[in-house]
């Protein structure tokens, strides 16, 4: 295949060393990198000028759930629980055709803001309805985007002590049967599987120990809801007589093969636990604040040693899905609970990079190095936002969100000149709009 030289940019490789180069350039063959440097840059068979751009890894979201672009600006003052018991029952009607044009806002939403790999988290399957999971599947194969997609679960209904209405639960042979079915889709690169219950408080200890002895006989990983708010460390002393990463050590998941989304609520023996066993998190600022969740300790498991990624959360507590806004997010967030040297923008940049390719252990992506996946993001620096700024990585950071200007996903330009190259924005918008409407209580 022929050798594609992006030249004239400042490249942030996020490699071990950190290394950036001001007069930088990529050489791309085959949805590989083959070579990066600075200088006088290499032949190749074409050759794209970047006039001085920002070059990053493509960003990486470790936690999501692309349904729920459906039912946005619902709950605005609610808190976690509230809020769920409000949309639960609105999820009951989600089918794979209303699936479909949620998964492909999102992901064109996450692909504008420069995002080349998303994890999905899954977990509402209304009885009766199937495709969902396809669904999603479908829409990321036709954006050209990586997809984690999930089987998420809940079998712990209302009536049982659970959150979730009883419509919403199912049989764990059920659940463990379809995660078996669908792990057979996966492809290792484009598109992988992961086996994710939805929380403590919608899943029993049955289903959470069968989950994990499927997810490691198929070779799996395994995410999960964790101690998003103070009310989930209330329930789970009250059902479990324990906390939250109590619990989880006794199910078997505080290993490496894990890693949980928001962890707002630890205590310091539970970051060291953490650390210790390998579990990772996704980290979610923005969702966490508009549910007055609280902050979580981004700094403190960074320095124990936890791998950490950063997540948007679903749009129903977010709203928007830009990963780029949330790397500024997480720097603001760090700072506002630990001062202004809590975390630099390199660092926040780092979380939504190579840190989310570390939680979702894909050692391939994440950083601008030879033999890595070509996940490749390209942000303009010559707009307003950016002028007098003199360190470009600094400026992007402090002054995002911004729209990429260009994605390659394994070499493959998917967004070019900051417009989708396999899809069209505004018919997704307007197909979603009908499927919206389904689920508008107006």
């Not at 939805?198 to 995410?223: D, I, K, N, W, Y």
């Not at 949330?326 to 506002?336: F, S, T, Y």
């Not at 993001?377 to 007098?388: K, S, Y």
Request: net charge negative; glycine share 10%.
């Amino acid at each position: 295949m022929p050798r594609v030289l992006l030249a004239n940019a400042c490249v942030a490789t996020m490699d071990d060393a950190g290394a950036e180069h001001v007069d930088g350039w990529l050489l791309l063959r085959d949805g590989l990198i083959e070579a990066v440097g600075d200088g006088p840059p290499p032949e190749a068979d074409t050759r794209v000028d970047l006039g001085g751009a920002l070059v990053t890894p493509g960003l990486v979201n470790t936690h999501h759930h692309l349904y729920q672009t459906l039912t946005r600006a619902r709950a605005q003052q609610a808190d976690l629980f509230t809020w769920l018991r409000e949309l639960y029952p609105v999820w009951t009607g989600i089918d794979a055709e209303a699936e479909y044009a949620a998964a492909r806002t999102g992901l064109a939403e996450l692909a504008l803001s420069g995002c080349s790999t998303v994890f999905d988290h899954h977990y509402v399957f209304p009885r009766g309805r199937e495709g969902l999971v396809e669904a999603e599947i479908q829409a990321a194969r036709e954006l050209g985007v990586r997809l984690v997609a999930s089987r998420g679960s809940m079998d712990l209904g209302v009536s049982d002590g659970g959150l979730p209405p009883d419509e919403l639960v199912e049989e764990i042979d059920d659940v463990l049967a379809d995660t078996e079915r669908l792990a057979g889709l996966a492809d290792g690169d484009m598109l992988q599987l992961a086996v994710a219950p939805c929380s403590p408080f919608s899943v029993t200890r049955e289903l959470m120990t069968e989950s994990a002895a499927l997810a490691r006989r198929l070779g799996l990983q395994l995410h999960t809801h964790l101690a998003e708010t103070a009310e989930e460390e209330h329930y789970c002393r009250e059902l479990y007589g324990c906390t939250p990463v109590e619990y989880l050590a006794e199910l078997g998941w505080t290993a490496h093969d894990v890693w949980c989304a928001h962890c707002v609520h630890l205590s310091e023996a539970d970051v060291a636990t953490f650390a210790a066993c390998g579990v990772g998190v996704a980290h979610c600022p923005t969702s966490n604040l508009r549910l007055g969740a609280g902050v979580a300790r981004t700094r403190e498991l960074v320095d124990a040693g936890v791998r950490v990624g950063l997540g948007v959360d679903g749009s129903a507590s977010n709203e928007r899905s830009d990963m780029c806004f949330e790397v500024k997010q997480a720097l603001l967030v760090a700072r506002g609970r630990g001062g202004p040297a809590a975390m630099t923008a390199r660092e926040a940049l780092r979380l939504g990079t190579r840190g989310g390719a570390e939680v979702l252990r894909r050692g391939d992506i994440g950083s601008l190095e030879p033999g890595k996946r070509a996940d490749v993001a390209v942000w303009r620096t010559d707009g307003l936002e950016l002028g007098g700024a003199d360190d470009p990585v600094a400026g992007f950071v402090l002054s995002a969100p911004h729209r990429v200007d260009r994605l390659f996903v394994g070499g493959v330009e998917i967004v070019s000149h900051g417009r989708l190259v396999r899809a069209d924005e505004n018919e997704i918008a307007r197909h979603h709009r009908v499927q919206a409407r389904r689920f508008s209580g107006r």
